[in-house]
């Protein structure tokens, strides 16, 4: 089956996976049968163009955040995303993150992520990083700069909702209602709340979306088959959904699967299409 519609999967997890602590790369890379075509991916995008063109993926957006307690991951992901999509910018949004409390400065760390990284987004991963989304209320003000200075510079946010397995994530940080704090606070920043809250807080994001323009929704990790059970009224904001798949995380069986299955919904093209591709290119068009 041919694709007529292009694909911008804006949610793959493609970074330094071998930095992880050990534990987190278990969970990661255990019991995988794709451990060869990963290990080539990981070292070459010419590879993962490759991988992407046989799937029939036109671009991607590389999730990487800074999640050094928990994961292992220091904020070395940044330089590395920003070398790994060199050349291939016109395909590949390297994203990167911060960890407020393990920056000494974090004004002049998010300017060199936003100036010299050039990175399309800031991702921020609260039961990774053992932070609250609105943490600059209360034990974390400096978390107020990464939100602001991404939207003087017109890049997204993208903000990790719902539950995590890897191990010592906290889970208390993972209901997306703190992000309605976010969305008050800093109306000139267009944040996404990944993964919509799966599993436990669909209606929570779907809420956060309608409320605030300033609130986008990606739908990756979530089962496509399963979709309009969790999300029914998801035509309603489909301006504001962003396709991604999570590829490689585990239960995800390829980056086209996924979209064949999301395919297979009963939605209109227009909806489709806004999905698939036109709601994400015009996200990262501003670099
Ligand atoms: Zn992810």
Avoid: Q
């Amino acid at each position: 089956m041919s694709l007529a519609i292009p694909i911008f999967d804006a949610h793959i997890h493609v970074g330094p996976h071998d930095r992880m602590n050990e534990s987190a790369r278990r969970v990661m890379l255990d019991g995988r049968n794709d451990l060869d075509l990963l290990g080539r991916v990981m070292s070459s995008a010419d590879e993962l163009l490759r991988a992407m063109d046989a799937e029939g993926i036109a671009r991607a957006a590389l999730i990487n955040s800074v999640a050094p307690d928990v994961l292992g991951i220091t904020d070395l992901v940044n330089p590395w995303v920003a070398r790994y999509v060199e050349g291939h910018r016109d395909r590949l949004v390297p994203v990167g993150g911060i960890h407020p409390r393990h920056s000494r400065d974090v004004v002049a760390d998010v300017k060199k992520l936003l100036d010299v990284y050039r990175l399309g987004a800031i991702k921020l991963h609260p039961p990774h990083m053992e932070m609250a989304a609105n943490a600059y209320r209360t034990d974390c003000p400096s978390l107020a700069d990464v939100y602001r200075l991404a939207g003087e510079a017109k890049r997204p946010v993208l903000i990790h909702t719902g539950t995590s397995i890897f191990p010592g994530a906290r889970n208390v940080y993972a209901d997306p209602m703190a992000c309605d704090d976010v969305a008050v606070d800093f109306p000139g920043t267009t944040l996404v709340l990944c993964h919509a809250g799966r599993p436990l807080w669909y209606e929570t994001a779907f809420f956060l979306a309608r409320r605030h323009p300033n609130v986008l929704l990606d739908i990756s990790g979530i089962p496509p088959r399963k979709l309009l059970e969790v999300l029914p009224r998801i035509s309603e904001i489909a301006d504001r959904v962003l396709w991604g798949t999570d590829w490689p995380s585990k239960g995800v069986r390829s980056m086209r699967r996924n979209v064949e299955d999301f395919l297979s919904l009963p939605l209109s093209d227009a909806v489709r299409r806004k999905i698939l591709f036109d709601n994400a290119a015009a996200l990262f068009a501003s670099e």
